[in-house]
Each structure stands twice: as structure tokens, then as C-alpha cells.
């Protein structure tokens, strides 16, 4: 059945009424006592305290979590609530370690009920072979240190229109972090969704988080913990990867989202086992891995660079730099030992935070960590933390905000 509306004509009064308006609003304003402008409004207070560019950290508490791992307890330096988060996301840390400045992102891994009250927590993996930023963290970081540190971001969290009643996590080593933060989520009411959470570990002895998983697991009925060890067959725990034979056998013939967060090569395992089951993208999620460290693995990177240096200019506010770069490592890791401060967050290619613009040059960007926008990719910006030179570049670079 269409629907009828009716439109009235504009009649004499209507124009009288509109010429005489200029009037009526001139008196109004006239009769009203004559106040200051508000500096602020409480809508743009509120957005900036849950969308946060910068927050002041102390670090409360450092513990053992495992073998090679530390949680630190970080509280607002004010006493005051720190930004509200959906658990799952991750903040990034601004590091200086020497000459150098840099970022790197981790989970939250507490409940969001503890941000109410000033506290994140967070869990750093100890990585020697290729990283200098979390030794750092580890040994030199103590109680009382201030850190600057980002809002929550990140996309890896539950969203009942999208996701299944169920969710299984796949986690591997220190990628628990994120799941960890969505049973208390759950525990605590913030968040309603059946957790299963396949969780891989090399031996017993390396299980992170194990007490609190236990914890969480007999204190809520909708969490459930199965440890996966590769390295070793002990009675109650599944043994070897997580592979399709065993999503399945958890998913149970029941429809599910998959969640994933751990190392890069788990990720390209799993990428096989799951296209094995025939999920559709929107039930797969995963977590960023961060820089891709094997670009030559990467389809449609040219194999004659491999292992090549390059000289890349970058330009940022009124300076220019001039500074060695490899093909085989991203061009924001080259920037950042430079003593360059550059902007950037996720450092994965998908939140934009160090987007620039490549002036001249060639880069390779792997299409698993490409997040650009497409504009973006016809007018020639890249992010550097996922771009490797082809090439000598010339970098025009965005500033980036101070540590303190």
C-alpha cells in the first residue's frame, strides 16, 4: 500500500513569519545574558577520553609469566580512569632505547572493569633473535617508570551482529594476551559469547597465563581453556597443532567464529587447516602479527633485491635526513634506528597511523599486510612499517607526537 503525504502550499503567513525571523532571532539574542563561550564542550571531554591520541602510564608491577615472559601492570599517572576498552584490543608503547624511538603494540590482557580504575595490563614475550624492544622492556623498564602510551585500537574483539553465540581462539604462545582480556571480559559481564580457547604451547612448563586460565575457566561456564603442547604427550592436554581435525573437533557441529593471535608461521599454517574447513571470511578473524620478517617468502616479491641496500631521503616537518635502508627490512624499522620520530601504532599496515607519501622510489608492500585505502595507493602513499625499497626513495613523513 503506497503512503499518501500531503504538501501544503507556502502561504502569505508562512513568507511573513520567514521575512520577520532575522528580527526574532536579533531580539532573542538581545534579551539573553551575555556569558563566555564555553573552551570546551563535554562531547569533544568525552570523545577525547575514549579515543585518546596520548596517555601518561606508571608501571605498577612487573611479574613472571611463564618462562620468557613478563606482565607488566601499568596505572594512570593521575590516579584518574584510563580509556575504556573492547577486549581484545591492544595500546601501543612509545620506547626510547639510546638515540632511537620506537613503538611496538601488545594486547591488553586484563578485564575492561580494571580501566575503570586506572590499571591495563600487559604481557611482553621475550624475542632475542630479532628484537631489542622487548629485552628492553624486560630488564630495564621498573616500577615507578612513566610511560607514554596510545588509546585501545585494534579490530580483533566480539561483535554480536558479525560473530557467533560461539567463538573458538586459536592462540599460540604469548598470543593468548588478547583472549585472556575477553574471559575476563566475560567473566565480569562486559562481554556474552561462548569462549573456547585452543591455546598451543611448546611443553607445560611454557604455558603463559595457566593459573589465571584455570581461574577464569571454573569460575565461568562460558570459558573454556584446552592446552595444546607440541613438544610433548602429557595425559589431559591435546598434543601436535592446531590443525582442521581439531577446530572441528571443538567447534562440535556447531556454527563458529574463529579468532586467531600468535607468531607469523602459525599464522600461514593455519591459513591452510582453515581453508580446509571452507569458513568464509566473516567468521575468521585474526590479530596483527606485525612486520612481515621473510618479504622474499612473500608472493610477487623480486628475488634479485634480496639482501640489497638502498639510501632512502626522508623529509619530515622542515628537516631532511638522508639514511641507509635494506630491502629485507620495512622502511619504518630503518627510519626509527636512524633516530628519526616517526609515527606509528600498529605497525602491521592496517591502522595508517605512519602513512606517508612515497615521492619517488619503488617499495614492495606484501598483500597480506597492505591495509592502504585505495586512494591512497593511486596517489602514492604507503605505510612504511609494512614496505620494504625496491629502490632509492625520497619519504615525505608526518611528525609524530612526543614521548613526554
Given at each position: 500500500?503506497?503512503?499518501?503525504?500531503?504538501?501544503?502550499?507556502?502561504?502569505?503567513?508562512?513568507?511573513?513569519?520567514?521575512?520577520?525571523?532575522?528580527?526574532?532571532?536579533?531580539?532573542?539574542?538581545?534579551?539573553?545574558?551575555?556569558?563566555?563561550?564555553?573552551?570546551?564542550?563535554?562531547?569533544?571531554?568525552?570523545?577525547?577520553?575514549?579515543?585518546?591520541?596520548?596517555?601518561?602510564?606508571?608501571?605498577?608491577?612487573?611479574?613472571?609469566?611463564?618462562?620468557?615472559?613478563?606482565?607488566?601492570?601499568?596505572?594512570?599517572?593521575?590516579?584518574?580512569?584510563?580509556?575504556?576498552?573492547?577486549?581484545?584490543?591492544?595500546?601501543?608503547?612509545?620506547?626510547?632505547?639510546?638515540?632511537?624511538?620506537?613503538?611496538?603494540?601488545?594486547?591488553?590482557?586484563?578485564?575492561?572493569?580494571?580501566?575503570?580504575?586506572?590499571?591495563?595490563?600487559?604481557?611482553?614475550?621475550?624475542?632475542?633473535?630479532?628484537?631489542?624492544?622487548?629485552?628492553?622492556?624486560?630488564?630495564?623498564?621498573?616500577?615507578?617508570?612513566?610511560?607514554?602510551?596510545?588509546?585501545?585500537?585494534?579490530?580483533?574483539?566480539?561483535?554480536?551482529?558479525?560473530?557467533?553465540?560461539?567463538?573458538?581462539?586459536?592462540?599460540?604462545g604469548s598470543g593468548i594476551t588478547p583472549f585472556v582480556g575477553m574471559a575476563y571480559a566475560i567473566r565480569d559481564g562486559y562481554e556474552d559469547f561462548d569462549l573456547t580457547i585452543l591455546f598451543g604451547s611448546r611443553t607445560e612448563e611454557a604455558i603463559v597465563y595457566r593459573k589465571e586460565l584455570d581461574e577464569l575457566a571454573a569460575a565461568c561456564d562460558k570459558i573454556h581453556v584446552v592446552h595444546v603442547l607440541s613438544d610433548e604427550e602429557k595425559p589431559g592436554f591435546e598434543h601436535g597443532f592446531i590443525t582442521a581435525e581439531l577446530i572441528e573437533k571443538y567447534a562440535a557441529g556447531q556454527k563458529v567464529s574463529l579468532f586467531m593471535c600468535g607468531p607469523q608461521a602459525m599464522y600461514n599454517f593455519l591459513d591452510g587447516e582453515i581453508?580446509?574447513?571452507?569458513?568464509?571470511?566473516?567468521?575468521?578473524?585474526?590479530?596483527?602479527?606485525?612486520?612481515?620478517?621473510?618479504?622474499?617468502?612473500?608472493?610477487?616479491?623480486?628475488?634479485?633485491?634480496?639482501?640489497?641496500?638502498?639510501?632512502?631521503?626522508?623529509?619530515?616537518?622542515?628537516?631532511?635526513?638522508?639514511?641507509?635502508?635494506?630491502?629485507?627490512?620495512?622502511?619504518?624499522?630503518?627510519?626509527?634506528?636512524?633516530?628519526?620520530?616517526?609515527?606509528?601504532?600498529?605497525?602491521?599496515?592496517?591502522?595508517?597511523?605512519?602513512?606517508?607519501?612515497?615521492?619517488?622510489?619503488?617499495?614492495?608492500?606484501?598483500?597480506?599486510?597492505?591495509?592502504?585505502?585505495?586512494?591512497?595507493?593511486?596517489?602514492?602513499?604507503?605505510?612504511?612499517?609494512?614496505?620494504?625499497?625496491?629502490?632509492?626513495?625520497?619519504?615525505?613523513?608526518?611528525?609524530?607526537?612526543?614521548?613526554?
Amino acid at each position: 500500500m503506497a503512503l499518501k503525504v500531503k504538501v501544503g502550499l507556502i502561504g502569505p503567513l508562512d513568507m511573513l513569519k520567514f521575512k520577520k525571523l532575522a528580527d526574532v532571532r536579533r531580539k532573542a539574542i538581545e534579551k539573553s545574558e551575555a556569558k563566555p563561550l564555553p573552551k570546551t564542550l563535554a562531547t569533544n571531554e568525552k570523545a577525547k577520553f575514549i579515543h585518546p591520541e596520548r596517555q601518561l602510564v606508571r608501571i605498577k608491577e612487573k611479574r613472571r609469566n611463564g618462562p620468557d615472559a613478563v606482565t607488566v601492570v601499568l596505572e594512570s599517572v593521575d590516579g584518574k580512569a584510563l580509556a575504556p576498552f573492547r577486549a581484545g584490543q591492544y595500546i601501543s608503547l612509545s620506547v626510547d632505547i639510546g638515540k632511537t624511538r620506537t613503538t611496538r603494540s601488545y594486547s591488553l590482557c586484563g578485564s575492561p572493569a580494571w580501566a575503570e580504575k586506572g590499571i591495563y595490563n600487559i604481557t611482553v614475550k621475550r624475542v632475542e633473535e630479532d628484537g631489542f624492544v622487548s629485552p628492553f622492556i624486560q630488564d630495564q623498564w621498573q616500577v615507578g617508570d612513566e610511560i607514554a602510551i596510545s588509546g585501545p585500537q585494534g579490530h580483533l574483539y566480539y561483535e554480536p551482529i558479525r560473530d557467533e553465540k560461539k567463538v573458538l581462539a586459536l592462540a599460540g604462545g604469548s598470543g593468548i594476551t588478547p583472549f585472556v582480556g575477553m574471559a575476563y571480559a566475560i567473566r565480569d559481564g562486559y562481554e556474552d559469547f561462548d569462549l573456547t580457547i585452543l591455546f598451543g604451547s611448546r611443553t607445560e612448563e611454557a604455558i603463559v597465563y595457566r593459573k589465571e586460565l584455570d581461574e577464569l575457566a571454573a569460575a565461568c561456564d562460558k570459558i573454556h581453556v584446552v592446552h595444546v603442547l607440541s613438544d610433548e604427550e602429557k595425559p589431559g592436554f591435546e598434543h601436535g597443532f592446531i590443525t582442521a581435525e581439531l577446530i572441528e573437533k571443538y567447534a562440535a557441529g556447531q556454527k563458529v567464529s574463529l579468532f586467531m593471535c600468535g607468531p607469523q608461521a602459525m599464522y600461514n599454517f593455519l591459513d591452510g587447516e582453515i581453508a580446509r574447513l571452507g569458513y568464509d571470511r566473516k567468521h575468521v578473524r585474526r590479530e596483527l602479527f606485525g612486520a612481515i620478517k621473510d618479504p622474499w617468502n612473500q608472493p610477487g616479491y623480486p628475488e634479485a633485491v634480496k639482501g640489497k641496500r638502498f639510501k632512502a631521503k626522508v623529509i619530515i616537518h622542515d628537516k631532511e635526513y638522508e639514511i641507509p635502508v635494506s630491502a629485507d627490512e620495512p622502511l619504518l624499522i630503518a627510519i626509527e634506528r636512524a633516530g628519526i620520530a616517526a609515527p606509528s601504532r600498529c605497525r602491521s599496515g592496517e591502522c595508517g597511523w605512519c602513512r606517508s607519501r612515497l615521492l619517488s622510489g619503488d617499495v614492495f608492500v606484501p598483500a597480506v599486510t597492505d591495509g592502504r585505502r585505495e586512494a591512497d595507493k593511486d596517489f602514492g602513499y604507503i605505510h612504511p612499517c609494512s614496505s620494504f625499497p625496491l629502490s632509492d626513495v625520497v619519504l615525505e613523513v608526518p611528525g609524530q607526537y612526543q614521548s613526554k
